[in-house]
Protein backbone atom coordinates (compact mmCIF):
# COMPACT_ATOMS: atom_id res chain seq x y z
CA UNK A 1 0.00 0.00 0.00
CA UNK A 2 2.37 2.37 0.64
CA UNK A 3 3.46 2.77 -2.92
CA UNK A 4 -0.08 3.81 -3.94
CA UNK A 5 0.69 6.64 -1.24
CA UNK A 6 3.41 7.08 -2.16
CA UNK A 7 2.73 7.76 -5.70
CA UNK A 8 -0.64 10.01 -4.72
CA UNK A 9 1.43 12.11 -2.66
CA UNK A 10 4.03 12.83 -5.57
CA UNK A 11 1.42 13.34 -7.88
CA UNK A 12 -0.65 15.46 -5.64
CA UNK A 13 2.48 17.91 -5.41
CA UNK A 14 3.37 17.62 -9.64
CA UNK A 15 -0.68 18.45 -10.72
CA UNK A 16 -0.32 21.51 -8.23
CA UNK A 17 2.82 22.53 -9.10
CA UNK A 18 1.66 22.14 -12.94
CA UNK A 19 -1.44 24.48 -11.95
CA UNK A 20 0.62 26.99 -10.31
CA UNK A 21 -0.82 26.85 -6.77
CA UNK A 22 0.91 26.67 -3.31
CA UNK A 23 -0.37 24.29 -0.23
CA UNK A 24 -2.15 26.75 1.30
CA UNK A 25 -4.17 27.52 -2.00
CA UNK A 26 -4.93 24.37 -2.49
CA UNK A 27 -6.21 23.85 0.98
CA UNK A 28 -8.53 26.65 0.47
CA UNK A 29 -9.81 25.40 -3.07
CA UNK A 30 -10.39 21.91 -0.91
CA UNK A 31 -11.78 23.95 2.02
CA UNK A 32 -9.46 21.90 4.62
CA UNK A 33 -7.10 23.02 6.95
CA UNK A 34 -4.14 24.37 5.58
CA UNK A 35 -1.52 21.85 7.25
CA UNK A 36 -3.39 19.13 5.52
CA UNK A 37 -2.03 19.33 2.39
CA UNK A 38 1.53 19.60 3.63
CA UNK A 39 1.20 16.48 5.41
CA UNK A 40 -0.38 14.31 2.85
CA UNK A 41 2.70 15.52 0.46
CA UNK A 42 4.60 15.02 2.97
CA UNK A 43 2.89 11.14 3.69
CA UNK A 44 2.28 12.10 7.34
CA UNK A 45 -1.40 12.71 6.82
CA UNK A 46 -3.92 9.80 4.49
CA UNK A 47 -6.75 11.32 3.16
CA UNK A 48 -9.91 10.67 2.95
CA UNK A 49 -11.81 9.37 -0.17
CA UNK A 50 -13.88 12.84 -0.29
CA UNK A 51 -10.78 14.71 0.73
CA UNK A 52 -9.25 12.72 -2.61
CA UNK A 53 -11.92 13.66 -4.72
CA UNK A 54 -11.88 17.33 -3.25
CA UNK A 55 -8.00 17.65 -4.26
CA UNK A 56 -8.54 16.01 -8.36
CA UNK A 57 -11.13 18.39 -8.48
CA UNK A 58 -9.54 21.34 -7.40
CA UNK A 59 -6.20 20.26 -9.60
CA UNK A 60 -8.93 19.86 -12.53
CA UNK A 61 -7.62 15.99 -12.78
CA UNK A 62 -9.34 12.79 -13.28
CA UNK A 63 -8.79 11.15 -9.65
CA UNK A 64 -7.08 8.51 -11.32
CA UNK A 65 -4.47 10.93 -12.22
CA UNK A 66 -3.68 11.36 -8.86
CA UNK A 67 -2.92 7.42 -8.51
CA UNK A 68 -1.36 7.05 -12.11
CA UNK A 69 -0.03 10.03 -13.23
CA UNK A 70 -2.12 11.17 -16.52
CA UNK A 71 -3.65 7.95 -16.78
CA UNK A 72 -6.91 9.88 -18.39
CA UNK A 73 -5.03 11.10 -20.81
CA UNK A 74 -3.69 7.70 -22.03
CA UNK A 75 -7.23 6.29 -21.57
CA UNK A 76 -8.21 9.30 -24.28
CA UNK A 77 -5.14 8.11 -26.31
CA UNK A 78 -6.46 4.21 -25.99
CA UNK A 79 -9.74 5.38 -27.17
CA UNK A 80 -8.27 7.55 -30.37
CA UNK A 81 -6.18 4.70 -31.23
CA UNK A 82 -8.59 1.97 -31.62
CA UNK A 83 -11.66 4.68 -33.04
CA UNK A 84 -9.16 4.84 -35.90
CA UNK A 85 -7.52 1.17 -36.25
CA UNK A 86 -11.87 0.05 -36.06
CA UNK A 87 -12.48 3.16 -38.97
CA UNK A 88 -9.42 1.71 -40.77
CA UNK A 89 -10.75 -1.76 -40.83
CA UNK A 90 -13.71 -0.96 -41.62
CA UNK A 91 -12.63 1.31 -45.00
CA UNK A 92 -10.93 -2.06 -45.96
CA UNK A 93 -14.23 -4.07 -45.76
Given at each position: ????????????????EQ????????????????????????????PS??????????????????????????????????RT?????????
Amino acid sequence: MENYLEDFRLNIKYYREQAGISQTQLSILCNCGTGTIGGIEAGKAKPSFDMMIRIADALKVNPSDLFVRDSSKEKALLKELLRTEFEGILARL
